[in-house]
Each structure stands twice: as C-alpha cells, then as structure tokens.
C-alpha cells in the first residue's frame, strides 16, 4: 500500500525534513504516525499525497511510483486515496450531503452512483440524519465526520488523516478514532498522524515516531484500560 525506499527531502532552507526513511505499510493495516513539532510528519504526508516529491528515494502508493506520475495522472492518483485535513476543507454553505457529492462529481462519478455512495459513507459516519443540514451549522465533532465521510466517497483504498481529534475533548477524540478503527476493519487502511500520545497508548497498534526526520521507533504495542485525560 505505501512503501519508502531511503527517502530524503531536503528543503532549500537548509532543512532536513526527513533522513533515510524507509516505511512499509501493508494494506488493511492501521498505523499511528506520531511525533512532535518539526518531527517530518507533515512532509511525510505531503509525500504520500504527491504534493511534494523526494529529494532522494522512492515512493510507492497504491503500487504506484509517485516520482513518474506527471499531469493529470496526478489528479487521477489522489482520486484513488482519501485524504482528511486537520482543517477539514468543506464547503461551510453546502450542505453535508454536497460535500460529500461534490468529492463524487469532481470524480465524474454518474448521478446514480452519487445516489447510492452518498447516503451509504453519511450512515456510515453516522451523520445521515444530517444530511441536509448546512456545514455550518454543525459542531466541530461532526464536521470531522463529514470530512472523514468525504475522503471515503471515492471507496479509497487507503485513508490519511492528519490531526483528528486536535479541535476535540477527550471523549470525542476516543469516539472518533473509534470509527476510524472501525473503518479500517471493513478493509481500509488508515493512516493517522497525531501528537495525541495519550490516545495512542489507549487504542495501541502499530506506531511510527519521528523525530528530527528520522524513524526512531516503530513497533506494535497493546491497548490500555485507561485514558488519560
């Protein structure tokens, strides 16, 4: 699903934003990517999602090589991943079933498809009851579902979110991660990056920590009993 062969990228800063990276992520699998501040976990999703290329190395995603794809091959890539943004990126005066239907149109999804996909992600999310309401009109908890339902209208087979639970209160952040999981077990796989330690230990799985650009740990731990607030 994602593999990174001696990856580097190096800024023209003078930053290294990551040193000799190498990631396999399998597909149907669930990873935590945590780290601090300037820990590379920003770049690392920006290469995932081809904004940005390598210095050096190699990217794969989805069996693709992202430093050969050029043009409209890059567009058709990010169709084939679903992507939720730490700011969320929906359209406050569209309502939630547009937004989900925008990401369907933009994908020349037909008009029958966009009947069906709708509905099913919004239920999903378990924001179909809301579904003619106005984004706006929503809490923060609940515009993270929408974004959440948005990025799965495409049925990616691979899912990044970046910072979840950062605008949330403990419970929230526990629910929402919650669904996630549940997502991943009907055979998405999920990638979150976070800086929440606390709900990782919780939740527990495979964990990635950057720090300075560099992998320095990455194993698979149990779940705790407890959440510290």
């Not at 001696?6 to 990517?33: P, R």
């Not at 974004?147 to 929402?176: C, F, M, Q, W």
């Not at 979150?192 to 992998?215: A, C, P, Q």
Request: aromatic share 8%; proline share 2%.
């Amino acid at each position: 699903m994602v593999d990174m062969k001696n990856v580097n990228v190096h800024y023209s800063s003078g930053v290294d934003a990551l040193v000799d990276i190498d990631l396999h992520v399998n597909d149907g699998e669930f990873v935590f990517i945590v780290g601090g501040n300037g820990a590379g976990k920003s770049t690392l999703m920006k290469l995932m999602m081809r904004e940005i290329s390598p210095s050096s190395g190699r990217v794969f995603v989805n069996g693709r090589n992202l430093g050969t794809l050029k043009g409209n091959k890059i567009a058709m890539f990010r169709r084939s991943i679903g992507v939720v943004f730490q700011e969320f990126r929906l359209i406050q005066d569209y309502t939630v079933y547009e937004n989900v239907a925008y990401a369907l149109r933009v994908a020349d999804s037909s008009a029958k498809t966009i009947r069906q996909r709708v509905p099913y992600v919004l239920n999903l999310v378990e924001m179909g009851s809301k579904a003619r309401q106005k984004v706006k009109e929503l809490s923060g908890g609940e515009q993270q579902r929408v974004a959440i339902a948005r990025a799965l209208a495409n049925d990616p087979g691979l899912l990044i979110v970046d910072e979840p639970t950062g605008n949330l209160d403990p419970k929230h952040s526990y629910e929402l991660v919650g669904l996630l999981k549940e997502i991943n077990r009907c055979g998405t796989t999920v990638i979150m990056i976070t800086h929440e330690h606390n709900l990782v230990r919780y939740f527990g799985g495979r964990i990635i920590n950057l720090d300075k650009g560099s992998i320095t740990f990455d194993e698979t731990i149990g779940g705790s009993d407890y959440y510290e607030e």
